[in-house]
């Protein structure tokens, strides 16, 4: 990918990430502060109430379920249902919560990170849906950062002086 691997923590504080690696996770929030996907989007079409949102340490809300939705709706309508709904309630955040990304982070947590696959040639990130012996890759990556996948950054964890682990993706603004 175009970007050097990410190994700060940034992607705690602010931009759009998706997670997918339990340690990671546990070191930003405790399990009942993650939101289901159906809360974030229930506060999106509230306007984001400000005593409502569940902000960890005012800078970070964790969201979950994502990964489950789209192997509930399937391939045909999870293209219009992710960009009509799912990024525009990011965007919404990001721009009327999070001071244009650099107020608050949102992470999209993933409970199955093998499940991306990698295009550094394409500059893009698929998810890979598993429906019975169905097998398809949508372009989340596309859908999520709006064709910016090339200011993506991997998000990696040091697991040894010389070895690296891949556990997300970060993108500082989305469009």
């Not at 997918?20 to 399990?31: G, H, R, S």
Request: a negative charge.
């Amino acid at each position: 990918m175009a970007g050097p691997h990410l190994h700060d923590n940034v992607w705690t504080r602010r931009g759009i990430s998706l997670l997918w690696d339990a340690d990671a996770l546990a070191a930003v929030c405790k399990p009942q502060q993650v939101v289901s996907l159906r809360h974030f989007l229930l506060l999106h079409a509230e306007g984001w109430p400000a005593d409502r949102i569940p902000l960890i340490n005012d800078r970070v809300i964790v969201v979950a379920g994502l990964d489950t939705a789209l192997d509930a709706i399937g391939t045909e309508e999870a293209t219009e249902w992710v960009r009509a709904v799912v990024y525009k309630a990011i965007l919404s955040f990001q721009s009327d919560v999070a001071d244009g990304g650099n107020g608050a982070a949102v992470i999209l947590w993933f409970t199955d990170g093998p499940r991306f696959q990698c295009h550094p040639s394409e500059d893009s990130y698929e998810w890979k849906y598993i429906a019975g012996k169905t097998t398809q890759f949508l372009p989340l990556g596309r859908w999520l950062f709006n064709g910016a996948e090339k200011d993506v950054q991997e998000i990696h964890m040091r697991t040894s002086p010389h070895n690296d682990q891949w556990i997300g993706l970060f993108h500082p603004r989305i469009s």
